[in-house]
């Protein structure tokens, strides 16, 4: 197929591309940096530059695709960040803005597929519960317009195209905010707000890439994209901890997660998120089944 991609440089999208080309697609990767488009172009990716909140010319980037994967982002590089005012603007405009002007352009030019990035931890708290694609949502104050974004999608079914949502669980890897939570865990504490007895569900950055080329072929709708089993918090903390030779950590007090206010309170919420409908409709499995799994691997990666 010929795929357009946003955020091909990001978390997700940098892994995926490499996937989607090696699957024999042709991808065109949007950038407006040209340093950033001269990484793509080796690739193998055919870079473009567009402006992301402009309807016009994304429909120039876009005409002669047959499918648009819409995975651009702004997220905090560091945990720290994500807690201070301002940090979540830009990503808020590109989610409310950027993919209502995606799925505008993508319609406007005949495109049949759009895949929509989400975010999984907006479910209630669900205790010992599975959660299901049907469970109800309440997303916080900082990340309320992942429901535009969603809603961008919804939009282009009903246009007569196939929306895909994609509810990434919470992102891991080896990167710049793992390497924050090793050293939250050096320092004696767990980088997980709540309950330690709490599910907390993670998804390996690698295993969102393939979910993302597995849902080129899946019907229309939203699909959770998770890990087979879930952890307890507490477990999710120390097994991390044990890979990476560091003392078993202590749990965050409650009154240090209080003065988080709302975004603490959303990422304390006991959520065992499952994968049941995106293994039934792509065939797709994790590579790690559990994030203890990956340990061993993220932890070198780091020390590389």
């Known amino acids: 197929m010929r795929v357009f991609v946003t955020g091909a440089t990001g978390a997700v999208g940098s892994k995926a591309l490499p996937l989607l080309i090696e699957a024999g697609h042709q ?21 473009v530059a567009a402006d992301l909140f402009d309807v016009a010319s994304l429909r120039r980037a876009i005409a002669g ?7 651009a982002t702004a997220m905090p590089r560091s945990a720290k960040r994500m807690l201070l005012p301002g940090t979540w603007r830009m990503t808020d405009r590109i989610r ?14 005949g495109v049949a597929r759009m895949i929509q990035e989400s975010f999984a931890p907006i479910y209630v708290d669900r205790g010992d519960e599975w959660i299901d694609e049907s ?25 007569g195209g196939m929306g895909v949502v994609l509810r990434f669980a919470a992102l891991y890897g ?27 569900t993670s998804v390996a950055q690698s295993d969102a890439a393939s979910a993302v080329v597995a849902s080129l072929a899946i019907p229309p709708g939203i699909y959770n ?21 560091i003392a078993p950590p202590r749990s965050i007090p409650r009154w240090l997660t209080a003065l988080g206010g709302s975004t603490m309170r959303l990422l304390s919420r006991s959520q065992r998120i499952s ?27 780091l020390g590389r």
């Not at 409310?96 to 030019?109: D, H, I, M, Q, T």
Request: proline share 6%; hydrophobic share 45%.
């Open 27 to 47: 991808v065109t990767a949007l950038s407006r940096s040209a340093q950033n488009r001269e990484r793509l172009a080796k690739l193998g990716a055919s870079p």
């Open 65 to 71: 695709h047959e499918a648009v994967m819409n995975l």
């Open 96 to 109: 409310r803005v950027g993919s209502a002007a995606v799925a505008a352009a993508a319609r406007a030019e």
């Open 135 to 159: 469970t109800p949502v309440a997303p916080a104050r900082y990340n309320r317009t992942t429901l535009d974004a969603e809603r961008a999608a919804e939009h282009f079914t009903a246009d």
């Open 174 to 200: 080896p990167d710049a905010i793992m390497r924050e939570m090793l050293d939250v865990m050096r320092r004696g504490w767990s980088p997980l707000p709540g309950d330690p007895s709490a599910f907390f």
């Open 225 to 245: 994209v998770a890990e087979d089993e879930p952890m307890r918090r507490g477990d999710w903390a120390r097994s991390l901890a044990a890979a990476a030779g």
């Open 275 to 301: 994968n049941r409908r995106l293994r039934a409709a792509a065939g797709w499995s994790p590579q790690y089944a559990c994030a203890s799994d990956a340990w061993g691997e993220v932890v070198a990666a």
